[in-house]
């Protein structure tokens, strides 16, 4: 049975970080690409970062480049995004998935396949 499990989240003020975690079992971490996802209420689920199977390539939207960084560790079959210069903007359930690449293309909701129940990030402004 694969499980997903996010966590991290939390309330902080603008301009400050967070590290979200997701560590995943029951699949060969090695095997897939691994993803965060955010949605706001009442908006769409949106790819927000994304690294692929061998950890050389990440992939992040444009509203978190330069602020968001995703890696990942083999040994503890954990994945991470470091949020850095938080906005209020960046308010959101995060989401952490499991799928078959990372790129321009593939960071959608429907590329992925396994997925967490999400972390709540909430920035103060």
């Known amino acids: 049975q694969v499980q997903v499990v996010e966590s991290g989240g939390g309330l902080v003020q603008a301009g400050e970080s967070l590290r979200l975690s997701c560590t995943v079992s029951?699949?060969?971490?090695?095997?897939?690409?691994m993803g965060w996802f955010r949605q706001a209420p009442g908006k769409e689920r949106e790819g927000v970062s994304c690294i692929s199977r061998s950890g050389d390539s990440t992939y992040s939207a444009d509203s978190v480049k330069g602020r968001f960084t995703i890696f990942r560790n083999y040994v503890k079959n954990t994945v991470y995004l470091q949020m850095n210069s938080l906005k209020s903007e960046d308010t959101a359930m995060y989401y952490c998935?499991?799928?078959?690449?990372?790129?321009?293309?593939?960071?959608?909701?429907?590329?992925?396949?396994?997925w967490g129940q999400g972390t709540q990030v909430t920035v103060s402004s």
């Open positions: 998935a499991a799928g078959s690449r990372c790129g321009l293309d593939y960071l959608l909701p429907d590329r992925y396949n396994f």
């Open positions: 029951g699949l060969n971490f090695d095997a897939w690409a």
